[in-house]
């Protein structure tokens, strides 16, 4: 196992100890029927994270993908392992995270991964 390997197992087991557990809900693309879009099952995981204030010093420059930082936004720390121990696939942006009661729908996903291996995920989340 690799030393980053390792370092990802370290910050889930951080995350469990201090964190919340997060239900994470994966949008899938739907299809068409009939000419109507059918929308797809979502896919249910959960993840150990916290979630903060968010500040624009978090991005840099204040924005995400060109939009301001809305009021009620809140950074997600997230473990790049399920509750299972498996590598959690990356969320997209509109994807949501039930986090301390209160749904938030993803507006930018970014990972920490020394190495090529994701150690955490950061996301932005939006009410």
């Not at 879009?37 to 500040?55: Q, S």
């Not at 990356?90 to 970014?110: F, I, R």
């Amino acid at each position: 196992m690799s030393d980053y390997a390792q370092d990802a197992i370290d910050a889930d087991e951080a995350l469990r100890e201090d964190g919340q557990l997060l239900t994470l809900t994966f949008k899938q693309p739907g299809t068409y029927v009939g000419g109507a879009l059918v929308p797809a099952p979502p896919i249910i995981k959960k993840a150990w994270g916290i979630e903060t204030g968010l500040t624009t010093n978090d991005l840099g420059i204040g924005a995400i993908n060109g939009t301001l930082i809305k009021s009620g936004d809140r950074k997600i720390t997230m473990s790049a392992l399920d509750e299972t121990g498996a590598p959690l696939a990356p969320m997209k942006n509109e994807d949501q995270v039930l986090a301390g009661g209160v749904v938030y729908t993803v507006k930018n996903v970014d990972k920490v991964a020394p190495g090529g291996i994701v150690v955490l995920w950061r996301l932005v989340g939006r009410i």
